[in-house]
């Protein structure tokens, strides 16, 4: 028998896996359980169903929305949700998606179109959504006291995203974002890192177990 598991990156690798191994060996005996995996493959990309591949999330952890699902992504085998009692995020969840999407409206602008971070200064930085992404998470990072990426930019923990981009720059409702998930010393931004974490997930799952 194969086992694969994995969590967030480590099910990305074992959504990918569990993929592989099907092709070479079939279904028989592999079985493959992901936790909060994000979208790992084009959907023309996928063979089949895969049956055997078990994707468990959490439908207010944003990692599983990403790649976004209107830029072509989704995942091998079969999602099973968890059942969490905070609609509030769910729904933030989903409107932070929009507004990414509204930034990026497919995978190649999200790479490689740049805009100006303030088009009333001429020496501003020209950041593409992904550079902007890796700004607000290493902020996010960083308030939780956690390890950040070096992307180049501006890293101190005082340096102010909204210092970065401008209001009248067409990253403008990504700033917005940023504000606020980190009013109140990044209350919503720990919320929403929290729902990610492996623990979060065992909490759900023990929950659905117990009731």
Same mark, same amino acid.
């Given at each position: 028998?194969?086992?694969?598991?994995?969590? *967030?990156?480590? &099910?990305?690798?074992?959504? $990918?896996?569990?993929?592989?191994?099907?092709?070479?060996?079939?279904?028989?005996?592999?079985?493959?359980?992901?936790?909060?995996?994000?979208?790992?493959?084009?959907?023309?990309?996928?063979?089949? #169903?895969?049956?055997?591949?078990?994707?468990?999330?959490?439908?207010?952890?944003?990692?599983?929305? $990403?790649?976004?699902?209107?830029?072509?992504?989704?995942?091998?085998?079969?999602?099973?949700?968890?059942? *969490?009692?905070?609609?509030?995020?769910?729904?933030?969840?989903?409107?932070?998606?929009?507004?990414?999407?509204?930034?990026?409206?497919?995978? #190649?602008?999200?790479?490689?179109?740049?805009?100006?971070?303030?088009?009333?200064?001429?020496?501003?930085?020209?950041?593409? &959504?992904?550079?902007?992404?890796? $700004?607000?998470?290493? *902020?996010?990072?960083?308030?939780?006291? #956690?390890?950040?990426?070096?992307?180049?930019?501006?890293?101190?923990?005082?340096?102010?995203?909204?210092?970065?981009?401008?209001?009248? *720059?067409?990253?403008a409702p990504l700033r917005q974002l940023y504000e606020e998930i980190s009013e109140d010393s990044f209350s919503k931004g720990r919320e929403i890192l929290n729902e990610h974490l492996p623990t979060r997930y065992m909490e759900l799952i023990t929950a659905g177990i117990n009731k």
């Amino acid at each position: 028998m194969v086992l694969v598991c994995g969590h *967030s990156r480590g &099910a990305a690798c074992a959504n $990918l896996l569990g993929v592989l191994i099907d092709e070479l060996i079939g279904e028989d005996n592999v079985y493959v359980y992901t936790f909060a995996a994000p979208a790992t493959v084009r959907k023309g990309c996928l063979n089949r #169903e895969y049956s055997n591949i078990f994707n468990y999330i959490n439908p207010q952890d944003i990692v599983p929305c $990403l790649p976004l699902e209107k830029w072509d992504f989704t995942r091998a085998g079969r999602d099973i949700l968890l059942q *969490s009692d905070n609609e509030f995020l769910k729904a933030d969840i989903e409107r932070y998606r929009d507004i990414l999407f509204s930034s990026a409206p497919d995978i #190649e602008s999200y790479y490689l179109s740049e805009h100006s971070a303030d088009p009333s200064d001429d020496n501003a930085f020209c950041l593409t &959504a992904f550079d902007i992404m890796m $700004l607000m998470c290493n *902020s996010v990072l960083r308030a939780s006291g #956690e390890s950040y990426f070096s992307d180049g930019f501006p890293d101190e923990p005082d340096d102010k995203f909204a210092d970065i981009i401008s209001s009248d *720059s067409y990253y403008a409702p990504l700033r917005q974002l940023y504000e606020e998930i980190s009013e109140d010393s990044f209350s919503k931004g720990r919320e929403i890192l929290n729902e990610h974490l492996p623990t979060r997930y065992m909490e759900l799952i023990t929950a659905g177990i117990n009731k």
